[in-house]
């Protein structure tokens, strides 16, 4: 299931497209499914990068790709990869991680070509404000988030690097429950029954995507989304 909407997004055959945290590459590959383009796929974590290659070579033996893919290790607070080389970047969920988020937000414009089009999701204010409460360990530990977004802050953020908001949307509504779950029962829980049952509902709608649930999804992300999501244009020009 997707966070970036990449209609949206407006890939075209011959872009430059980077992934920025990409874990396991949902993204990367969704977009190297629809276009030929040239896709890289960037996350700090070995393991994660592993389960990206491994996808991305199940399509190239299902279907031969006129696209290109590559999977590197690298920490998006210094990416490496020149200025302006990429037509569409996304960043999804990785800004509430980092030390430095303009440091981070700085890299992803840098490596965008003028004109090109940055998506970024973070976590939604209300629900992360409501964990954070409820469990320190939601939060306190290495690698997890270190702050909370209220939509001006991460549109002001964006805006200081250059940024031209296009559109903006919420998502994952139906993922907002399981996180409370988790708080209340122990995000290290791994046995506790009720959140262990919600995640298996995730799991089927993930594989069944029943219109009747992608209905309640969307009703309900006007109510309680647990991500927001912007899309963004370098460059003053209105074209």
Request: hydrophobic share 35%; glycine share 8%.
């Amino acid at each position: 299931m997707y966070t970036i909407d990449l209609r949206l997004l407006g890939l075209q055959n011959g872009d430059q497209f980077l992934d920025v945290g990409c874990g396991n590459g949902r993204h990367s590959w969704g977009m190297y499914k629809v276009a030929d383009c040239s896709v890289f796929a960037l996350d700090i974590g070995q393991e994660d990068l592993q389960r990206a290659r491994y996808t991305f070579t199940m399509l190239d033996e299902q279907d031969h790709r006129p696209g290109t893919w590559l999977a590197i290790r690298g920490d998006a607070g210094n990416l490496p990869f020149r200025d302006s080389s990429f037509d569409k970047v996304v960043c999804s969920e990785v800004l509430e991680h980092l030390p430095d988020d303009n440091r981070g937000v700085k890299e992803l414009v840098r490596v965008l070509k003028e004109g090109g089009i940055l998506a970024v999701s973070v976590p939604n204010y209300f629900p992360e404000a409501v964990y954070w409460r409820l469990s320190r360990s939601y939060h306190n530990t290495p690698g997890g988030h270190i702050r909370i977004y209220r939509k001006k802050g991460i549109l002001d953020l964006l805006g200081r690097h250059g940024l031209r908001v296009l559109a903006i949307h919420y998502k994952h509504s139906l993922h907002t429950p399981y996180w409370l779950l988790r708080c209340i029962f122990g995000i290290d829980n791994k046995k506790a029954l009720i959140p262990s049952l919600y995640h298996k509902l995730l799991v089927w709608d993930l594989r069944n995507q029943y219109r009747i649930v992608r209905l309640l999804d969307d009703i309900c992300n006007r109510i309680f989304p647990k991500s927001i999501v912007i899309y963004a244009k370098k460059g003053d020009d209105e074209g």
